[in-house]
């Protein structure tokens, strides 16, 4: 059974903060490619970033979110984080996590096979 679990969606202001959290059951076997991606109402699914929690590979990102947000663990067992500060109107989206074994070794774009459900971000 694979699962991964998504928290912290919600609304932000304009220029303000929010922090996602993804935890999944796969982690608990090996080390993955954590993947972020989010999807804008009438849009394609589009990647934000992505982190291996083996280590050895540099955590990437878009362009449209360099700077502004943060993939990184979180101190929860098998969790990551996505810090996103300077909220823009263009991040409210339904963002999603995702997992895969080789993502992180492959370049751009890479479709992770492990998904969640998607939580809602709204900017105001």
């Known amino acids: 059974h694979v699962q991964l679990v998504e928290s912290g969606g919600g609304s932000v202001q304009v220029g303000g903060s929010l922090r996602l959290s993804c935890t999944t059951t796969?982690?608990?076997?090996?080390?993955?490619?954590m993947a972020w991606f989010r999807q804008h109402p009438g849009g394609e699914r589009e990647e934000v970033g992505r982190l291996y929690t083996g280590g050895g590979y540099p955590v990437t990102y878009a362009d449209s979110v360099k700077g502004r947000f943060t993939i990184s663990p979180d101190t929860t067992p098998h969790t990551v984080n996505l810090q996103m500060n300077s909220m823009i109107a263009d991040d409210a989206a339904v963002y999603y996590c995702?997992?895969?074994?080789?993502?992180?070794?492959?370049?751009?774009?890479?479709?992770?096979?492990?998904w969640g459900q998607g939580t809602q971000v709204t900017v105001s």
């Open positions: 796969i982690g608990a076997f090996a080390s993955i490619c």
């Open positions: 995702a997992a895969d074994f080789f993502c992180c070794g492959l370049g751009w774009p890479c479709t992770p096979s492990f």
